[in-house]
């Protein structure tokens, strides 16, 4: 067995000694039948981006084969709304490498995500999972690259408060305990993430902390390692479940929600993603080890999809409500190194050839071991818990695409750098004529229906997928939105309660 299968906390993947991308459907059975497992879920995502869940009692091996064969029938007109439903019967069927252990069931329960299958035995074109597989095939049978991503989750959790160690209000960032009161709650998180699959880089608590009402809200993070983008999005799909679920069981309340008070930090989503050549290699950066060719090109298409792409990342009115100045999220179309106000981040990466463990460990300085430039990626801030996360991979991998396209693109990309912070005043006319992002769902709607052509070529996204988006986004009728908020405060407690557990 290999070091990453020794290490793994995937149940499965240990004891089958192989990686879960090798899992096969005898893998599974005899996985099930050497433990004594009694109940098989299926889980996949509804259009309002939440893991449903349908329950097998495991009753004979001839039902087991049928069920991992054949899998069942589900209605798609319950699980997305631009389904209709006098054509509605999907199939659900399990994706072997994506199977673990559920760790809240009572008794021993194997899960598997599914894909959707249409009456003709084919995938359904207008899913998101499988928008984002064809988006990501087809970004590969372009460029001769591989798209990978990963997410950082942001969410609070909220509980009754303690007066003891006391934290200044939205001063939370990377506190520890006791002062971080979640910490423990949060390490529990990502253990059990990892059990189901989840590659996790680290957790931490966030800026966002304050009091209210006798309740202590704490801001938390779990950021997870670059994967292929079809993996990235099963997992934070997972990893939403796993803290839900825990904190049902610990008497907590969480909420993925991008807004849930004025003037307090709003949770993003923020995407960071990289590129592969064939033999692996990250071509993020060039020889020099500065920003490659490939990743300005990837920027440009960023810049040049942004303001339909919030139709996909932000996709409720209070998503617009964080989307202001001055709360660490992005409010204008542009870019910049380690720039936390811009809409697309170059973070810091490990370009210096200094061995900087032997000076922080006082031992003799020696040539570095490991070529730490692989671990460069960019980040795009908009994002946030009311995405359905495989559309909005889906649309983000193809606006890198259009980036790959466009004759233009190392211009574009060099027109919309910025340096310093965009919503300073002394800056307000040196950034004056950068593009605003959509300030609310009708504005998204209408700029997904002017770029909508893009997201549609090669069949890539569907046209009843496209306008089930836009539907769903005018549907709000929110265009008056920020003026609405400033006025009646009523309306603005009230929109924060029905989106709080968005996504």
Same mark, same amino acid.
């Given at each position: 067995?290999?070091?990453?299968?020794?290490?793994?906390?995937?149940?499965?993947?240990?004891?089958?000694?192989?990686?879960?991308?090798?899992?096969?459907?005898?893998?599974?059975?005899?996985?099930?039948?050497?433990?004594?497992?009694?109940?098989?879920?299926?889980?996949?995502?509804?259009?309002?981006?939440?893991?449903?869940?349908?329950?097998?009692?495991?009753?004979?091996?001839?039902?087991?084969?049928?069920?991992?064969?054949?899998?069942?029938?589900?209605?798609?007109?319950?699980?997305?709304?631009?389904?209709?439903?006098?054509?509605?019967?999907?199939?659900?069927?399990?994706?072997?490498?994506?199977?673990?252990?559920?760790?809240?069931?009572?008794?021993?329960?194997?899960?598997?995500?599914?894909?959707?299958?249409?009456?003709?035995?084919?995938?359904?074109?207008?899913?998101?999972?499988?928008?984002?597989?064809?988006?990501?095939?087809?970004?590969?049978?372009?460029?001769?690259?591989?798209?990978?991503?990963?997410?950082?989750?942001?969410?609070?959790?909220?509980?009754?408060?303690?007066?003891?160690?006391?934290?200044?209000?939205?001063?939370?960032?990377?506190?520890?305990?006791?002062?971080? %009161?979640?910490?423990?709650?949060?390490?529990?998180?990502?253990?059990?993430?990892?059990?189901?699959?989840?590659?996790?880089?680290?957790? &931490?608590?966030?800026?966002?902390?304050?009091?209210?009402?006798?309740?202590?809200?704490?801001?938390?993070?779990?950021?997870?390692?670059?994967?292929?983008?079809?993996?990235?999005?099963?997992?934070?799909?997972?990893?939403?479940?796993?803290?839900?679920?825990?904190?049902?069981?610990?008497?907590?309340?969480?909420?993925?929600?991008? %807004?849930?008070?004025?003037?307090?930090?709003?949770?993003?989503?923020?995407?960071?993603?990289?590129?592969?050549?064939?033999?692996?290699?990250?071509?993020?950066?060039?020889?020099?080890?500065?920003?490659?060719?490939?990743?300005?090109?990837?920027?440009?298409?960023?810049?040049?999809?942004?303001?339909?792409?919030?139709?996909?990342?932000?996709?409720?009115?209070?998503?617009?409500?964080?989307?202001?100045?001055?709360?660490?999220?992005?409010?204008?179309?542009?870019?910049?190194?380690?720039?936390?106000?811009?809409?697309?981040?170059?973070?810091?990466?490990?370009?210096?050839?200094?061995?900087?463990?032997?000076?922080?460990?006082? &031992?003799?300085?020696?040539?570095?071991?490991?070529?730490?430039? @692989?671990?460069?990626?960019?980040?795009?801030?908009?994002?946030?818990?009311?995405?359905?996360?495989?559309?909005?991979?889906?649309?983000?991998?193809?606006?890198?695409?259009?980036?790959?396209?466009?004759?233009?693109?190392?211009?574009?990309?060099?027109?919309?750098?910025?340096?310093?912070?965009? &919503?300073?005043?002394?800056?307000?006319?040196?950034?004056?004529?950068?593009?605003?992002?959509?300030?609310?769902?009708?504005?998204?709607?209408?700029?997904?229906?002017? @770029?909508?052509?893009?997201?549609?070529?090669?069949?890539?996204?569907?046209?009843?997928?496209?306008?089930?988006?836009?539907?769903?986004?005018?549907?709000?009728?929110?265009?008056?939105?920020?003026? %609405?908020?400033?006025?009646?405060?009523?309306?603005?407690?009230?929109?924060?309660?029905?989106?709080? &557990?968005?996504?």
């Amino acid at each position: 067995m290999n070091q990453h299968l020794c290490m793994t906390k995937n149940r499965i993947a240990a004891f089958l000694g192989k990686a879960p991308s090798e899992f096969t459907r005898e893998d599974i059975v005899r996985y099930i039948n050497e433990n004594n497992i009694g109940m098989l879920n299926f889980m996949y995502p509804g259009g309002d981006g939440r893991l449903k869940t349908l329950q097998f009692v495991i009753n004979s091996q001839e039902y087991l084969d049928e069920i991992l064969l054949a899998g069942e029938r589900v209605d798609g007109s319950s699980l997305f709304p631009f389904i209709e439903a006098q054509n509605s019967d999907l199939y659900v069927v399990p994706r072997f490498s994506t199977a673990f252990m559920d760790p809240f069931a009572p008794e021993p329960t194997l899960v598997m995500l599914c894909s959707f299958f249409g009456n003709d035995g084919r995938p359904v074109e207008c899913t998101p999972e499988y928008t984002l597989r064809k988006a990501c095939d087809r970004f590969t049978a372009e460029t001769g690259l591989i798209f990978e991503a990963m997410g950082e989750l942001e969410y609070y959790v909220i509980s009754p408060c303690t007066e003891m160690y006391p934290v200044a209000d939205q001063k939370g960032y990377h506190e520890s305990g006791p002062f971080s %009161k979640f910490e423990s709650f949060r390490a529990r998180c990502m253990s059990l993430i990892a059990q189901c699959g989840g590659q996790i880089k680290y957790g &931490h608590s966030e800026v966002g902390c304050f009091t209210l009402n006798g309740m202590t809200y704490e801001q938390n993070e779990i950021e997870f390692l670059p994967v292929d983008a079809r993996q990235a999005a099963d997992q934070l799909l997972v990893a939403k479940w796993v803290i839900r679920n825990l904190a049902m069981q610990e008497n907590l309340i969480v909420t993925f929600a991008p %807004k849930i008070i004025e003037g307090k930090a709003g949770s993003g989503l923020h995407i960071h993603m990289r590129l592969k050549d064939k033999d692996e290699r990250n071509v993020m950066l060039d020889n020099d080890r500065k920003l490659s060719k490939e990743a300005r090109k990837l920027i440009a298409g960023l810049m040049v999809m942004a303001p339909s792409l919030t139709a996909f990342g932000n996709t409720i009115p209070t998503s617009y409500l964080r989307l202001v100045p001055h709360q660490e999220a992005p409010t204008t179309v542009c870019w910049g190194d380690r720039n936390r106000s811009g809409l697309v981040r170059v973070p810091l990466g490990w370009t210096s050839s200094s061995d900087m463990s032997a000076l922080a460990n006082g &031992h003799e300085a020696a040539p570095m071991k490991f070529d730490a430039s @692989q671990r460069q990626t960019i980040e795009i801030r908009s994002g946030d818990g009311s995405a359905n996360v495989s559309s909005y991979i889906a649309a983000i991998v193809m606006a890198g695409m259009h980036g790959f396209r466009l004759p233009d693109a190392e211009e574009i990309a060099k027109s919309t750098y910025v340096s310093g912070n965009v &919503h300073s005043e002394e800056n307000a006319e040196r950034f004056a004529d950068l593009e605003a992002l959509p300030a609310n769902c009708a504005d998204s709607a209408d700029r997904l229906a002017a @770029q909508r052509a893009i997201y549609e070529e090669s069949g890539i996204f569907s046209p009843m997928m496209i306008d089930g988006q836009i539907a769903a986004l005018r549907s709000f009728k929110d265009e008056d939105l920020h003026n %609405k908020v400033k006025e009646d405060h009523a309306a603005l407690r009230s929109m924060i309660s029905e989106f709080f &557990h968005c996504g």
